[in-house]
């Protein structure tokens, strides 16, 4: 066991999490890799996998942290991907219930996933005082998890929550518009509906995003909303473009196909500073 103490990641099997687990691995940390029970294949094989169904009643965080436990990073959510699926107001209290009572358990650091859906419609750069007003039912749970550990959790611990954005890379394990298009691809599709590809988002590789969600994660003193973010603003369609050009994909696009999402501002980006700062100051 590292002097350090050992880091909880939690969702260690999703998109985001494997990422994270091995970003932490590869700084010479301890990993405790908490995954659903019967989803222990794919993680990192130097990680120490626990098993657990960690929302349901009852159930004792003594199985996943304990004295030695440097920080907590709870990145573990179902349905991430379906914006208004009933799951995501269902399994709030339990979110709710578990990180504090991972605070209770003396963990001193603990890092929640955030999303800028907790934003709603907003043009221009997201900050931690950005009010929130969110149009999705993921949105509206993830921001009352916010509201409610900043509440009842940050006052006991050095809590960060971590507001994330457009995410790409691995595009086979998550349910984008370029797992989408590589689907497309694949069964012979020529083109692929498209929405209009105006909007301007704020889009960073999953593994960029891992080193930054392990850096603040273990970053002592760093508290509050932080945004993991590249802060630089691209249209949608330049970013599937690009992408179908890196990988000499035989498809296009038909813009238009679809309309824009009612909730999806026409630009907006996290106002990336702070993390900037960090990732310069605090490396791995």
């Given at each position: ?15 985001i ?23 222990a ?18 159930f ?14 709870h ?26 009572a ?9 890092a ?27 949105g ?32 086979r ?20 509906p498209?929405?209009?590809?105006k ?5 960073i ?22 945004n ?45 500073d ?11």
């Amino acid at each position: 066991m590292s002097e350090q103490g050992s880091v909880v990641v939690t969702g260690a099997r999703g998109y985001i999490g494997r990422h994270v687990v091995s970003a932490l691995l590869d700084a010479g940390r301890d990993v405790v890799a908490v995954v659903r029970p019967g989803r222990a294949e794919g993680v990192d094989a130097r990680a120490r996998v626990v098993e657990a169904d960690i929302l349901s009643p009852g159930f004792d965080v003594a199985a996943i942290v304990d004295t030695r436990t440097a920080a907590f990073i709870h990145l573990a959510w179902e349905d991430g991907f379906s914006h208004n699926a009933p799951s995501h107001m269902r399994h709030l209290s339990a979110h709710f219930n578990l990180v504090s009572a991972v605070a209770e358990a003396g963990v001193p650091r603990v890092a929640v996933l955030g999303t800028m859906h907790e934003i709603g419609y907003y043009e221009g750069g997201i900050t931690a005082e950005t009010p929130t007003n969110p149009r999705s039912l993921y949105g509206v749970a993830k921001d009352a998890l916010r509201r409610s550990l900043l509440l009842h959790v940050a006052p006991k611990v050095e809590f960060t929550w971590l507001r994330c954005y457009y995410i790409y890379g691995d595009d086979r394990s998550n349910n984008s518009i370029f797992t989408r298009l590589l689907e497309a691809v694949e069964a012979g599709k020529p083109s692929m509906p498209f929405t209009t590809g105006k909007n301007e988002y704020d889009f960073i590789h999953v593994e960029d995003l891992a080193a930054q969600i392990a850096t603040v994660a273990l970053a002592e003193g760093v508290v509050g909303v932080i945004n993991c973010s590249s802060g630089v603003p691209v249209s949608l369609a330049s970013r599937v473009e690009g992408f179908i050009a890196e990988n000499e994909l035989p498809i296009t696009l038909e813009y238009g196909a679809f309309p824009d999402r009612p909730y999806d501002s026409p630009s907006v980006w996290g106002v990336a500073d702070e993390i900037a700062d960090l990732m310069a100051s605090r490396p791995l």
